[in-house]
């Protein structure tokens, strides 16, 4: 098969920007939000559709998936920008502050709604599964962007067909820039790459291999490596910085991502934004959902040198290293940028101040009998709230997690994503008996700054700092190894003033 590369300006350089053709007439299932209750027009208003389709992703027959495909009804029509080529996108591009309204239509087959992951917005809008709206139907979204500048993203959440749903393609980015951060003057345009790493099996006629059932134990892993829906990803560089924004889209795969020339890995950034300072790290472990932005300098590299991100996993030697994308120094560019000593404030939480900071809610992960995943020793109910569930708008609180190994799947991780928030990692501890293989991970991972997923090892507690404020409602918390969330590792948890 030979190798496709996209070019920087191919790439950032998108099309397929849609101006709007009629309003579509949405239902809504709920009530939105205040805003919407009192009238405000939305800033930025999209058509998305969720839609069946195919695309060339290997030499050969066109590979059938599911994807997303919008417009822009209302704003700025470079809002929303589509990746050539790819079956993930669009991208929508949003300032914090904009009351944005997205009219959802779903063209598959079964049912589907959509999750706006990190953002923090009304829980109507929060796409949770009993909103899931059918075949031929829609749902109307109304929020404002109230979080920090950063990549969030967006993809299906029917209970017990998010997996399946993601896998066919249905997945795009969500990126909100402020005036704060475009002050920092930081990469971007052509030099700011999104980048969704994702594993995917093929069969011998370029169609996606899946099964929920055949993974719903260990999660799904695929035999190739993608960015932005393409194998082989290569692209062209110039000797100056880049801003790469990495988000793992794979179902269960948790990857230990490093230069393939032993460079240290420069992290600006996390699932909440920009970090206070940068960090740096040997490798760098990204957990399903989880996002980091990279700063890379290729200001002192030579033309025609190249550079691997692969994946080994350093808690297992031996194991095989994988290429996940190359870069192709190419290009000369005089630009240089330095990056600041503060890159931001993060206006953390003091753990002084959480209701519960003697006594933290305690969320054990487990496998239960007939082979369930279990948060507490209970599944997903649609709409049930357990006692331990119940929390009241305002207040800081302490949660923990805890991964109890099981004698004969203990080598399992659990990406604990938490809907409607950001939250801080105060401390991980571990039991050795379970956890010492997977010690060396720890240096990989970045707890700095805010977060609304955590990677819980074996044998590990994690204590995450959190608040609970401006919106009453369900919401859902559960593991984002998709397989295992749509098993049953999920719960809802009510917001009460």
């Given at each position: 098969?030979?190798?496709?590369?996209?070019?920087?300006?191919?790439?950032?350089g998108?099309?397929g920007?849609s101006?709007?053709?009629?309003i579509?007439?949405a239902?809504?299932?709920?009530?939105?939000n205040?805003?919407a209750?009192?009238?405000?027009e939305?800033?930025?208003?999209?058509?998305?559709?969720?839609?069946?389709?195919s695309v060339?992703?290997l030499?050969g027959?066109?590979?059938?998936?599911w994807?997303?495909?919008?417009?822009v009804?209302?704003?700025?029509?470079t809002?929303?920008?589509?990746?050539?080529?790819?079956?993930?996108?669009?991208?929508i591009?949003a300032?914090?502050?904009q009351?944005v309204?997205?009219?959802?239509?779903?063209?598959l087959?079964?049912?589907?709604i959509?999750h706006?992951?990190?953002?923090h917005?009304?829980?109507?809008a929060?796409?949770?599964?009993?909103?899931?709206v059918g075949?031929?139907?829609?749902?109307?979204?109304?929020f404002?962007?109230?979080?920090?500048?950063g990549?969030?993203?967006?993809?299906?959440?029917p209970?017990g067909?998010?997996a399946t749903?993601?896998?066919?393609?249905?997945?795009?980015l969500?990126?909100?820039?402020?005036?704060?951060?475009?002050?920092?003057?930081?990469?971007?345009?052509?030099?700011?790459?999104?980048?969704?790493?994702?594993?995917?099996?093929?069969?011998?006629?370029?169609?996606?291999?899946?099964?929920?059932?055949?993974?719903?134990?260990?999660?799904?892993f695929?035999?190739?490596a993608l960015?932005?829906?393409?194998?082989d990803?290569?692209?062209?560089?110039?000797?100056?910085?880049?801003?790469?924004?990495?988000?793992?889209?794979?179902?269960?795969?948790?990857?230990?991502?490093a230069?393939?020339?032993?460079?240290?890995l420069?992290?600006?950034?996390?699932?909440?934004?920009l970090?206070?300072?940068a960090?740096?790290?040997?490798?760098?472990?990204l957990?399903p959902?989880e996002r980091?932005d990279?700063?890379?300098?290729?200001?002192?590299?030579?033309?025609?040198?190249?550079?691997?991100?692969?994946h080994?996993?350093?808690?297992?030697p031996?194991?095989?290293?994988?290429?996940?994308?190359?870069?192709?120094?190419?290009?000369?560019d005089?630009?240089?940028?330095l990056?600041?000593d503060?890159?931001?404030m993060?206006?953390?939480?003091?753990?002084?101040?959480?209701?519960?900071?003697?006594?933290?809610r305690a969320?054990?992960l487990?496998?239960?009998?007939?082979?369930?995943?279990?948060?507490?020793?209970?599944?997903?109910?649609?709409?049930?709230?357990?006692?331990?569930?119940?929390?009241?708008?305002?207040?800081?609180?302490?949660?923990?997690?805890?991964?109890?190994?099981?004698?004969?799947?203990?080598?399992?991780?659990?990406p604990?994503?938490?809907?409607?928030?950001?939250?801080q990692?105060?401390?991980?501890?571990?039991?050795?008996?379970?956890?010492?293989?997977?010690?060396?991970?720890?240096?990989?991972q970045?707890?700095?700054?805010?977060?609304?997923?955590?990677?819980?090892l074996?044998?590990?507690?994690v204590?995450?700092?959190?608040?609970?404020?401006?919106?009453?409602g369900?919401?859902?918390y559960?593991c984002?190894?998709?397989?295992h969330?749509?098993?049953?590792?999920?719960?809802n948890?009510?917001?009460?003033?």
């Open positions: 098969m030979g190798e496709k590369q996209i070019s920087r300006r191919e790439f950032v998108f099309l920007v101006s709007a053709a009629a579509l007439n239902c809504t299932p709920l009530k939105t205040i805003q209750a009192e009238g405000v939305p800033d930025l208003e999209l058509a998305l559709r969720a839609i069946p389709g060339p992703v030499e027959a066109e590979t059938r998936v994807r997303y495909e919008g417009e009804l209302k704003g700025d029509a809002a929303l920008q589509t990746i050539p080529g790819s079956y993930l996108g669009p991208i591009r300032r914090k502050g009351n309204r997205v009219h959802f239509t779903n063209q087959p079964e049912d589907s959509v706006w992951h990190g953002l917005v009304p829980e109507s929060d796409g949770h599964p009993r909103l899931a075949s031929g139907e829609k749902y109307q979204y109304d404002t962007v109230m979080d920090r500048a990549m969030y993203w967006f993809h299906p959440h209970h067909r998010t749903q993601v896998m066919m393609g249905l997945a795009g969500f990126i909100v820039t402020d005036e704060t951060e475009d002050a920092l003057g930081l990469s971007g345009g052509d030099f700011d790459l999104p980048l969704v790493i994702q594993d995917r099996t093929f069969d011998s006629d370029n169609q996606f291999v899946y099964d929920l059932q055949s993974h719903a134990m260990t999660g799904f695929g035999d190739r960015v932005n829906g393409v194998p990803y290569q692209f062209s560089a110039a000797t100056r910085p880049y801003r790469l924004r990495l988000l793992n889209g794979s179902n269960a795969r948790v990857y230990a991502l230069w393939s020339d032993g460079s240290p420069t992290v600006i950034g996390t699932d909440g934004g970090l206070e300072k960090e740096t790290r040997d490798f760098l472990l957990a959902a980091r990279v700063w890379l300098d290729l200001s002192e590299r030579n033309l025609g040198d190249d550079l691997t991100l692969v080994k996993d350093p808690a297992r031996g194991s095989e290293e994988t290429a996940i994308l190359t870069i192709n120094v190419e290009q000369e005089n630009t240089r940028l990056l600041p503060t890159l931001s993060l206006n953390l939480h003091e753990e002084e101040a959480a209701v519960n900071v003697e006594n933290p969320f054990n487990s496998m239960g009998m007939g082979m369930r995943w279990l948060i507490n020793g209970k599944q997903f109910e649609m709409t049930a709230v357990d006692k331990n569930e119940a929390v009241k708008l305002g207040d800081v609180e302490v949660w923990e997690f805890f991964n109890e190994p099981h004698h004969m799947m203990g080598n399992l991780y659990h604990m994503h938490i809907h409607g928030l950001q939250f990692i105060l401390e991980r501890s571990y039991d050795t008996k379970y956890a010492q293989k997977d010690a060396l991970l720890h240096e990989g970045v707890d700095a700054g805010w977060h609304d997923t955590v990677l819980v074996p044998g590990e507690r204590r995450l700092l959190m608040k609970f404020e401006h919106f009453e369900l919401y859902l559960h984002h190894t998709l397989e969330e749509d098993m049953g590792m999920m719960r948890y009510r917001v009460s003033a």
